[in-house]
């Protein structure tokens, strides 16, 4: 069965479904390490202003840096900003801890070409077990038999600021964590890093590993192989990510709570920055061409009315 390719992912010769999961021994040390001091560490240095610390951080990180600036801005393109801002973003998206610019990019790429043929690896289908699930997609990767061709944009590949995180993406907690230990001593060093960085990884698998399964469902797509759900009730504490449905129905949207009710706190800030002529060539669902085989379903008033909206 061929397949397709899609954006940076050229078809060549390739098979979304045969490969095996392999262990990726920096991933799997790096988030060990976070979750282990965040679960010693984290009790033993608790202070509110630790606590606080560590929502501020992840407030920052998860929705202005990976919502906002990778996902949104660096790999959807889904609003235009100055490069200076650009950067920041996308360097706060850096310090959740997950990969750099380019790691970013492919591993958002790779899975989403693969969902889009007709049958795909387990692994970017989310079909194993919970706990299995979560090992392969914190710890693993799949290594296909006959994987795309990935291309990066110049753009992209050019920006020298761009090479220094991806090289560098690790390190990036240093400064912020020296930072953080010389204003709040250890408490802060550790919940501003280690429980930031471990709540952060695992709840983007949550939402990951939830959002392909089942849920409320807007919008379906015909002849791929996995098909997204939203999770309305965590919108709040995602910025807006957990509407992953709408997020399949239109990719390159920047608003991903399209539905009357579901709170985008990630596009309420682009919507502050196009307010200070930051943001633009914003992209929604009504302005974007629609994907093949996109089908409305029909949802109850409850699950936030029959249509669409999409406004500036």
């Known amino acids: 069965m061929p397949s397709i390719s899609t954006g940076r992912m050229i078809d060549n010769g390739s098979d979304p479904v045969k490969g095996r999961v392999v262990w990726m021994p920096a991933k799997s040390i790096w988030i060990t390490i976070m979750t282990m001091i ?42 235009s900003a100055p490069i200076w801002l650009e950067h920041l973003l996308v360097y706060l998206g850096t310090l959740v801890g997950m990969a750099g610019p380019f790691g970013m990019i492919y591993a958002r790429d790779i ?24 090992f392969w997609q914190m710890h693993c990767a799949v290594a296909l038999d006959r994987p795309p061709r990935f291309v990066l944009e110049e753009r992209e590949r050019g920006d020298r600021f ?53 849920g409320h469902q ?24 957990s509407f992953h449905g709408n997020h399949h129905a239109f ?15 990630g596009w309420h800030f682009i919507r502050l920055l196009a307010g ?20 409305r379903i029909e949802i109850s008033e409850e699950a936030g009315g029959a249509h669409p909206v999409a406004q500036h």
Request: glycine share 10%.
């Open 38 to 79: 965040a679960i010693v560490g984290g009790p033993l240095t608790f202070s509110w202003s630790a606590v606080t610390v560590f929502v501020l951080s992840t407030a920052i990180t998860i929705c202005l840096g990976h919502s906002v600036g990778m996902h949104r801005l660096l790999i959807h393109r889904s609003f």
């Open 218 to 241: 807007g919008w379906s797509v015909d002849d791929v192989a996995v098909q997204g759900y939203n999770l309305p009730r965590f919108g709040l504490v995602t910025f807006g990510e």
């Open 276 to 295: 200070l002529g930051l943001a633009s060539a914003i992209k929604l669902p009504h302005t974007i061409v629609q994907r093949k085989g996109l089908k």
């Open 251 to 265: 990719p390159e949207s920047a608003r991903l709570g399209i539905e009357p009710g579901q709170l985008d706190l």
């Open 162 to 214: 761009y090479r220094l995180l991806e090289a560098t993406w690790m390190a990036q907690q240093i400064p912020l964590g020296l930072l953080l230990f010389t204003l709040g001593g250890l408490p802060w060093l550790v919940w501003g890093i280690a429980v930031r960085i471990s709540v952060s990884l695992t709840g983007h698998w949550l939402v990951g590993h939830f959002a392909h399964r089942d």
């Open 111 to 134: 899975r989403a070409w693969a969902q889009r043929q007709r049958d795909c690896h387990d692994l970017y289908a989310h079909r194993r077990s919970f706990f299995v699930d979560a």
